[in-house]
């Protein structure tokens, strides 16, 4: 009698099984499917990396010329000034000693 009571009982724990397998294969599958898309925006994040470094090295290649370009044109003002400068005070001096 025992086995027959379990056998009809085990299609309805055979097919509870199943659905929770079931149940947990979809949730499994939704989690991939995440993992997968994550995996996929970091590879396209690795791929764009060489080119915003050949931007950033033009960019600094760009800042660099504008700076050295700023030092000359700084260094061309200074000399000029100290030129007048030292003109200025010769004639300074040129004045003091006529006096």
Known sequence: MKTVNLLKESPAEINKDLAALNEERTQLLAQLKT????????????????????????????????????????KAKISRSTKEDQQQIAEVNSIHLRL
Do not use: F, G, V, Y
């Open 35 to 74: 993992i997968e898309d994550a995996i996929k925006q970091k590879e396209e994040a690795l791929s764009r990396i060489p080119a915003s470094l050949a931007d950033q090295k033009k960019n600094m290649a760009t800042l660099k010329a504008k700076l050295d370009r700023i030092k000359q044109e700084k």
